[in-house]
C-alpha cells in the first residue's frame, strides 16, 4: 500500500451536529487517502456504528481507515490502528491484526521511539507537533531538522502532524513527510463543500 498523501483526522467535538459522515466523506472525495477516526469517548455503541460508517465511506472511496487508541474496535472492523505511548503494545496489535494492516505509531520527537516503532511492525511513523496546535496545543513539540534525520534513518512512510495547514505542510513534505495528518485546517469549515476544496488543495502538495 502506497502511505502517501493527505491523512485526515477527526475530531468529535469539532465535527459535532451531524458533520462527521458528510465532512469525513468530503475530505475523501476531495483526495485524502488515509482516514483516522479520533474520537476519545467511552461510548461503545456509538464508537462501533461511527466507524462502521466510515469503514464504508473509506472502502468506497479507496481509502483506508484507521481507528485512534482502540484495537478491540480496529479488529472488529477489519481496519488499521493508530498507538501513542500510552495506547498499548504496538507488536500485540500487529500480532493480533495480522500482517497486511496499517499500523502506526506516535514517535513524537524521538527517533529511538521510531526505532521502537518499527522493530515491533509499525507501518508508519508519526512525528510531531510540528507547529501550534488548536487540538492539541500540549503535545510535545518537534522541529522540522527531525525530519531529515527521521527519512535517512527510516525506510518507513513518515507522518507529520500538529498544526498542519496549507501553508506549513509543503515544509514538511519536501524534508520527507510521506503524509501530512491533519484535524483543524481541514475541519474547521463552515461547510463540506470547503473540506472538499481544502482536502484536494492538501492532496495537490503531493502531486
Ligand atoms: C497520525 C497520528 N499521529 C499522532 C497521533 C497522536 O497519538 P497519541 O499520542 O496517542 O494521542 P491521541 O491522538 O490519542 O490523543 C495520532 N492520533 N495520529
Ligand atoms: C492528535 C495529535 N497528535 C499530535 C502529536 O504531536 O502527536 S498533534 C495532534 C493534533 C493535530 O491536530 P491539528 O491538525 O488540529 O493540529
Ligand atoms: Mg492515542
Same mark, same amino acid.
Given at each position: 500500500m502506497?502511505?502517501?498523501?493527505?491523512?485526515?483526522?477527526?475530531?468529535?467535538?469539532?465535527?459535532?451536529?451531524?458533520?462527521?459522515?458528510?465532512?469525513?466523506?468530503?475530505?475523501?472525495?476531495?483526495?485524502?487517502?488515509?482516514?483516522?477516526y479520533r474520537d476519545?469517548?467511552?461510548?461503545?455503541?456509538?464508537?462501533?456504528?461511527?466507524?462502521?460508517?466510515l469503514?464504508?465511506?473509506?472502502?468506497?472511496?479507496?481509502?483506508?481507515l484507521?481507528?485512534?487508541?482502540?484495537?478491540?474496535?480496529?479488529a472488529?472492523?477489519?481496519?488499521?490502528?493508530?498507538?501513542?505511548? !500510552?495506547?498499548?503494545? #504496538?507488536?500485540a496489535a =500487529? @500480532? $493480533?491484526?495480522g500482517?497486511? *494492516? &496499517?499500523?502506526g %505509531?506516535?514517535?513524537?520527537?524521538?527517533?529511538?521511539?521510531?526505532?521502537?516503532?518499527v522493530?515491533?511492525?509499525?507501518s508508519?511513523?508519526?512525528?510531531?507537533?510540528?507547529?501550534?496546535?488548536?487540538?492539541?496545543?500540549?503535545?510535545?513539540?518537534? !522541529?522540522?531538522?527531525? #525530519?531529515d534525520?527521521? =527519512? @535517512? $534513518?527510516?525506510?518507513?512512510? *513518515? &507522518?507529520?502532524i %500538529?498544526g498542519v495547514t496549507?501553508d506549513?505542510?509543503?515544509?514538511?513534505?519536501a524534508?520527507?513527510?510521506?503524509?501530512?495528518?491533519?484535524?483543524?485546517?481541514?475541519?474547521?469549515a463552515?461547510?463540506?463543500t470547503?473540506?472538499?476544496?481544502r482536502?484536494?488543495a492538501?492532496?495537490?502538495?503531493?502531486d
Open positions: 502506497n502511505l502517501r498523501g493527505l491523512y485526515a483526522i477527526t475530531d468529535t467535538p469539532l465535527l459535532a451536529g451531524g458533520k462527521l459522515l458528510p465532512y469525513a466523506e468530503a475530505a475523501l472525495v476531495g483526495g485524502a487517502r488515509l482516514l483516522q476519545k469517548s467511552g461510548d461503545t455503541a456509538r464508537r462501533f456504528d461511527e466507524a462502521q460508517a469503514a464504508e465511506l473509506c472502502q468506497h472511496h479507496g481509502a483506508t484507521i481507528i485512534n487508541d482502540d484495537l478491540e474496535l480496529a472488529r472492523l477489519g481496519v488499521g490502528l493508530h498507538l501513542g505511548q !500510552t495506547d498499548g503494545s #504496538l507488536a =500487529r @500480532a $493480533r491484526l500482517a497486511d *494492516i &496499517v499500523i %505509531g506516535t514517535c513524537h520527537a524521538q527517533l529511538e521511539l521510531a526505532e521502537r516503532a522493530s515491533e511492525g509499525a508508519y511513523i508519526a512525528f510531531g507537533r510540528f507547529f501550534n496546535s488548536n487540538t492539541k496545543p500540549g503535545a510535545p513539540a518537534a !522541529t522540522v531538522e527531525l #525530519l534525520e527521521a =527519512r @535517512a $534513518r527510516f525506510a518507513q512512510p *513518515i &507522518v507529520a %500538529g496549507l506549513t505542510a509543503p515544509g514538511l513534505i524534508r520527507g513527510a510521506s503524509m501530512v495528518a491533519v484535524i483543524h485546517a481541514l475541519f474547521a463552515d461547510s463540506a470547503e473540506v472538499e476544496d482536502a484536494r492538501f492532496a495537490a502538495l503531493f
